[in-house]
């Protein structure tokens, strides 16, 4: 099992920016997908953004364009950064490690899950 840490969440004002740091421990990371969720007050757990090993990414329609997956696999690093951002991003965002791409869309692995980081977007 894989418990990445993830970091770099905080409160943020409408149409600011933040970046958000997961970091995970172990070896293979450099082969490993990897992705960001988020679950918003009240509802549940949604995919934001997925990269895959060879550094593809997908994103939800509803950030495309304004966050930005990408990896560092020498630091075992996947990062978040988030731009022009919207009271609905507001959510407990979670890192998953090691799921699989499958017809174009990120499955997680269900034994690795972060604490999660609070991202709160004020107006």
């Known amino acids: 099992q894989v418990h990445p840490v993830e970091s770099g969440g905080g409160t943020v004002q409408a149409g600011g920016s933040l970046r958000l740091s997961c970091a995970a421990s172990?070896?293979?990371?450099?082969?490993?997908?990897m992705a960001w969720y988020r679950q918003p007050p009240g509802k549940e757990r949604e995919l934001v953004a997925g990269?895959?090993?060879?550094?593809?990414?997908k994103y939800a329609d509803s950030v495309k364009d304004r966050f930005t997956i990408s990896r560092v696999n020498a630091k075992n690093t996947v990062y978040l950064e988030m731009n022009s951002l919207k009271d609905d991003d507001t959510a407990v965002y979670y890192c998953?490690?090691?799921?699989?791409?499958?017809?174009?869309?990120?499955?997680?692995?269900?034994?690795?899950w972060g604490q999660g980081t609070q991202v709160t977007v004020s107006s």
């Open positions: 990269i895959s090993s060879d550094g593809r990414a």
């Open positions: 998953n490690v090691g799921g699989a791409f499958s017809s174009g869309r990120y499955i997680p692995n269900l034994r690795s």
């Open positions: 172990g070896n293979g990371f450099s082969r490993k997908s």
